[in-house]
T-cell receptor
Framework: NAGVTQTPKFRVLKTGQSMTLLCAQD?????MYWYRQDPGMGLRLIHY???????AKGEVPDGYNVSRLKKQNFLLGLESAAPSQTSVYFC??????????FGPGTRLTVL | KQEVTQIPAALSVPEGENLVLNCSFT??????LQWFRQDPGKGLTSLLL?????REQTSGRLNASLDKSSGRSTLYIAASQPGDSATYLC????????????FGTGTRLQVTL
């Protein structure tokens, strides 16, 4: 039982490049979330999903897109990366509104 | 808008001491509250989840309490150990249909030998 996994662990992008972060969970959770964590700002919700095929905006959705084609996977895309998107990205999942479980994070640097 | 505050931002205690971490929130209409720990460079590990109808939850040396009406939760750590050194975060989930958690900015705990 791996829990919540994220790939990649680290990535460096140049401004304007695109990339996709992958989150996978093996707990059969309905809800999945993408957060970013920045010093002094705490954790902020980017997008979330309440089930396969659904997505919704969180607090800071601009510049990001998401997809949930399979229940176990939640993808976060950056179409044109900007230095302001340098951050640590965390994926989480929960069975509806219960306990949230987090992945290990992806450290992204945009030059 | 829900705001979650954790004071102090940092705390240093000698090994063996009992300690209390505080979490306060502005909107008492919550569904549950969750405590996490985060080690440097790592993800968040769930410690305890308290439903809005509960007053406290215990796991080993940890005890979390919830006073919804006053907008407060405390995390009590008994007989602290150096391995407890980490940042502790609380997060509240609102009642109703909203799904997102609102996080505090955390208390960084150092337990010294």
């Amino acid at each position: 039982n791996a829990g919540v996994t994220q790939t990649p662990k680290f990535r460096v992008l140049k401004t304007g490049q695109s990339m996709t972060l992958l989150c996978a969970q093996d707990m059969n959770h309905e809800y999945m979330y993408w957060y970013r964590q920045d010093p002094g700002m705490g954790l902020r919700l980017i997008h979330y999903s309440v089930g396969e095929g659904t997505t919704a905006k969180g607090e800071v959705p601009d510049g990001y897109n998401v997809s949930r084609l399979k229940k176990q996977n939640f993808l976060l895309g950056l179409e044109s990366a900007a230095p302001s998107q340098t951050s640590v990205y965390f994926c989480a999942s929960s069975y509806v509104r219960d306990e949230q479980f987090f992945g290990p994070g992806t450290r992204l640097t945009v030059l | 808008k829900q705001e979650v505050t954790q004071i102090p931002a940092a705390l240093s205690v000698p090994e063996g001491e009992n300690l209390v971490l505080n979490c306060s929130f502005t909107d008492s209409a919550i569904y549950n509250l969750q405590w996490f720990r985060q080690d440097p460079g790592k993800g968040l590990t769930s410690l305890l989840l308290i439903q809005s109808s509960q007053r406290e939850q215990t796991s080993g040396r940890l005890n979390a309490s919830l006073d919804k009406s006053s907008g407060r939760s405390t995390l009590y750590i008994a007989a602290s150990q150096p391995g407890d050194s980490a940042t502790y975060l609380c997060a509240v989930r609102p009642s109703g249909t909203a799904s997102k958690l609102t996080f505090g900015t955390g208390t960084r705990l150092q337990v010294t030998l």
